[in-house]
């Protein structure tokens, strides 16, 4: 089975930074596509971006492109999401998801395991 366990979030002005960590428990921590959703009150849950396992070439949604930032350490099953420029719409609470799957084409279905969740409150 695998575990996912994120950490980081907080409250941050706008125009500041964050990073999240996502800890992965399991075998094969390199096989699996890292991905990292974010769901505000009474919005569907959004894909936010992905890596593959070997970690080259992260894909990030228009929204977060340019700003945010994902990367692994495979030596440490874990995964960031550095969030630079953060808004007041990057609100959420943030959740890293680990997959078979594209990292362009992420989706809750293909989700094998969640973490918690992290708030992140980005403040005017």
């Known amino acids: 089975q695998v575990q996912l366990r994120e950490s980081g979030g907080g409250l941050v002005q706008a125009g500041g930074s964050l990073r999240l960590s996502c800890v992965f428990s399991?075998?094969?921590?390199?096989?699996?596509?890292m991905g990292w959703f974010r769901q505000a009150p009474g919005k569907e849950r959004e894909f936010v971006g992905a890596?593959?396992?070997?970690?080259?070439?992260?894909f990030y949604v228009d929204s977060v492109k340019g700003r945010f930032t994902i990367s692994r350490d495979n030596a440490k099953n874990t995964v960031y999401l550095q969030m630079n420029s953060l808004k007041p719409e990057d609100t959420a609470v943030y959740y890293c998801?680990?997959?078979?799957?594209?990292?362009?084409?992420?989706?809750?279905?293909?989700?094998?395991?969640w973490g918690q969740g992290t708030l992140v409150t980005v403040s005017s």
């Open positions: 998801a680990a997959g078979r799957t594209s990292i362009a084409t992420m989706t809750p279905s293909q989700v094998d395991a």
């Open positions: 399991g075998r094969t921590f390199s096989s699996y596509t």
């Open positions: 890596i593959s396992g070997t970690g080259g070439y992260p």
